[in-house]
C-alpha cells in the first residue's frame, strides 16, 4: 500500500524513531483506512504518499514535540480515524491507550485496526464531554491528545479534564497558530492549565504544523467540561472579550 522505504527516509529526516516492524504496521494500518474509507467517512486522504507525509509523519511528530514516559497512559480524545494515537502507539508500544470517540462506527474501525496491529487499546464510545466528567476517565491520564479542527479553547475544555495533575494535553493544529493561542489563554488557565510550549514544523510540501503542549498544574473546577452546545455557543473567554 505504502512506500515503506519512503517513510523510514521522512521519518530519518525528521529524526523520528523507527523500531523494527514499524512500517510494516502502518502499510496494514494504511491498507485497512483505504478499505474501510470506501464504506464510511473516515478521512479525504487516501493516496499512499498523503497517508505517509499528512496521517503518519504529521502524527509521529507528537512524540518529537513531546517525549511520553515509559508506559504512559495516553486518551486521544475525538480520536476519528486514529490519527495521532494509533501511529504513535505502533512505534511505543509500551503507552497505554484510550481511544474514546462518539461515533460507533468509527470505534468498530478503532478495534479492528488495533485488534491487527496488535495494540493493546481501550476503545470508549462516548462523547467526550461527558466521558470527561466519570470518574473511570477525569484526571486519569498523563497525556491527552487531539488532532481536529475545532479551535483551541474549545479543545481545551475537552481535553484538559482527562488529564492528571502534572500531565499534558497535546494539541496538534496548524501552521497558523497564533490567534487560537492568544483567545485560548483565558480558557486554559479556568481549566487548570498553562501553555507551556509549542513546536512548529514543516512537513514535505511547506505544510506547516505547530504542535502544544498545555501542562495540567491543577485539577478542572468540577463544572467543566460543560454541554457541548454551551462550549460551542459560549466558548471560555476572557471578561470584555467575544
Request: proline residues 7%.
Amino acid at each position: 500500500m505504502i512506500d515503506q522505504q519512503f517513510l523510514k527516509e521522512n521519518l530519518l529526516a525528521y529524526e523520528i524513531p523507527c523500531p523494527d516492524g514499524l512500517t510494516d504496521k502502518l502499510d496494514q494500518y494504511a491498507g485497512l483506512l483505504v478499505e474501510w474509507n470506501e464504506k464510511m467517512n473516515l478521512t479525504a486522504i487516501t493516496d499512499p504518499e498523503g497517508i505517509v507525509i499528512k496521517h503518519f509523519l504529521d502524527s509521529l511528530l507528537l512524540l518529537k514535540a513531546y517525549p511520553l514516559e515509559e508506559g504512559a497512559s495516553m486518551i486521544d480524545v475525538g480520536a476519528g480515524a486514529g490519527f495521532p494515537s494509533i501511529p504513535v502507539a505502533a512505534a511505543r508500544p509500551d503507552l497505554k491507550l484510550t481511544l474514546l470517540d462518539s461515533l460507533q462506527k468509527r470505534i468498530h474501525f478503532l478495534e479492528t485496526v488495533c485488534d491487527s496491529l496488535s495494540i493493546p487499546a481501550q476503545c470508549i464510545h462516548a462523547r467526550a464531554e461527558e466521558a470527561g466528567r466519570m470518574d473511570d476517565f477525569r484526571e486519569q491520564y498523563d497525556c491527552a491528545t487531539a488532532r481536529a479542527v475545532a479551535r483551541l479553547r474549545e479543545l481545551a475544555e475537552y481535553c484538559l479534564p482527562f488529564v492528571r495533575v502534572g500531565g499534558s494535553f497535546v494539541a496538534l493544529k496548524g501552521g497558523e497558530i497564533e490567534e487560537e493561542l492568544e483567545e485560548a489563554k483565558f480558557a486554559v488557565k479556568q481549566l487548570g492549565g498553562k501553555i507551556e510550549k509549542v513546536e512548529k514544523f514543516t512537513l514535505p510540501g511547506d505544510l506547516g504544523r505547530s504542535i502544544v503542549v498545555i501542562r495540567k498544574t491543577r485539577s478542572t473546577p468540577a463544572k467543566f467540561p460543560r454541554p457541548s452546545g454551551k462550549i460551542k455557543k459560549n466558548p471560555l473567554s476572557a471578561p470584555g472579550k467575544p
